[in-house]
């Protein structure tokens, strides 16, 4: 049995949620003939389909006798809480990122999504793709040639898309990116499902709780560096030759500027090690001025110390002149102090001569009588 948690009212995609909930509000009939609620909004393709409660989530079922091929049938068997939140979370996408290994990062902006869309690939073959989105642009922006403009995204969680869809969808110039669940996001909603399970076979998951759970891992998916890692799946086959056109042309600018850039990168690399020498350059010029400054006080110090030497030089010979002068004085002084020495020793010895003389006359005197 089929279990689709999408499907399309009045032509817009519209979760398992939302048309329960028409349904018990007798919104819409349950009636195949009246049905308003379709697998697809192609309208030549559409199969009319009725939301019902599930095991732990609601899901939208074909009327018995709706005609769904054997490979139809055999989708839809994912129906897991972690398979339906991330399909919901990538329906909601505008602009995300894709990336396969170490390969480019191509970022795509969705024109318009349609989620468990189904693809009629012959007479008694269809396919149901998990997500579809018809493209604005992709970056690099051959991808939106090379994809005919769509990309289809498979959600994997412990199963592989079969080989055989992947040749009939390629076939159909849809190109598949699959994107795994993460393990630890896996393990913890298999164990919500066990939980729901074992407390009550008929208890789904409130509406509440699932947007609660919408809201805990989607902010990881919409912020601005989100890489969604997964893997491509079989080459896509150009729908027109004018697509491959388009695609080698674009491809062949993209190369171009892809040149163009690493050439710029490189003389960019280039310049910057030149005013990186140029710098270097500054800065020993730079350094070499402040030397030849401080040189040039050392030697104006030295100058300075020239000159005070030479003052100090002059006041010295002035100073030998003038003690040279002294000694002059001094042995002239010396000389003329041995004169008088000379003449003081004459004149004392004539004052004791005269003396002598004197006391000899009054001897004299004394023996005349006088």
């Known amino acids: 049995m ?6 399309y009212y009045k032509g817009k995609p519209i979760n398992a949620y939302k048309g329960l909930k028409l349904k018990f509000d007798r919104k819409i009939s349950v009636k195949k003939e009246l049905a308003e609620i379709f697998d697809s909004p ?22 018995k006798d709706s005609g769904t091929t054997p490979q139809t049938s055999g989708e839809g068997k994912n129906f897991t809480i972690a398979h339906v939140l991330f399909k919901s979370i990538f329906a909601d996408l505008k602009e995300f990122t894709i990336q396969q290994g170490n390969n480019d990062a191509i970022s795509v902006s969705v024109k318009k999504c349609y989620p468990e869309y189904r693809v009629k690939i012959s007479e008694n073959n269809e ?10 642009k ?6 939106y040639y090379k994809w005919n403009g769509c990309l289809a995204v498979e959600i994997s969680r412990t199963n592989r898309i079969e080989k055989t869809k992947v040749d009939d969808l390629e076939g159909k110039g849809i190109q598949i990116f699959e994107v795994p669940v993460p393990k630890d ?47 491509f799946l079989g080459t896509a086959e150009y729908l027109t030759p004018i697509w491959k056109e388009r695609y080698m042309e674009m491809n062949k600018y993209e190369e171009q500027l892809s040149q163009l ?14 005013e990186l020498s140029i710098q270097e350059k500054i800065n020993e010029l730079t ?21 005070d030497n030479a003052r100090l030089n ?57």
């Open 314 to 370: 002059d006041l010295l010979a002035q100073e030998k002149q003038d003690n040279q002068n002294i000694s002059m004085d001094l042995k002239q002084t010396k000389k003329d102090l041995k004169k008088c020495e000379g003449y003081s020793q004459e004149l004392l010895e004539n004052k004791k001569f005269s003396k002598i003389k004197n006391q000899i006359k009054v001897i004299v005197n004394k023996i005349n009588g006088n």
């Open 42 to 63: 192609n309208k030549k393709i559409a199969k009319p389909v009725f939301p019902k409660a599930g095991k732990y989530l609601p899901f939208y079922s074909y009327y």
């Open 138 to 143: 992709t970056f690099p922006y051959s991808y």
């Open 127 to 136: 396919r149901i793709i998990e997500i579809l989105y018809t493209l604005e």
């Open 185 to 231: 996001v896996v393990e913890g909603l298999n164990y919500k499902e066990k939980y729901l399970t074992k407390n009550d076979k008929s208890k789904i998951m409130s509406e509440t709780e699932f947007e609660s759970l919408y809201k805990k891992y989607s902010y990881l998916y919409t912020s601005t560096n989100f890489i969604a890692y997964g893997k």
């Open 287 to 307: 350094e070499l001025n402040n030397n030849i400054k401080e040189a040039e006080h050392v030697l104006g110090d030295i100058e300075k110390l020239k000159n």
């Open 261 to 274: 850039k690493s050439d710029i990168e490189e003389q960019q690399s280039k310049c910057n090690k030149m």
């Open 2 to 7: 089929v279990q689709k948690f999408y499907a």
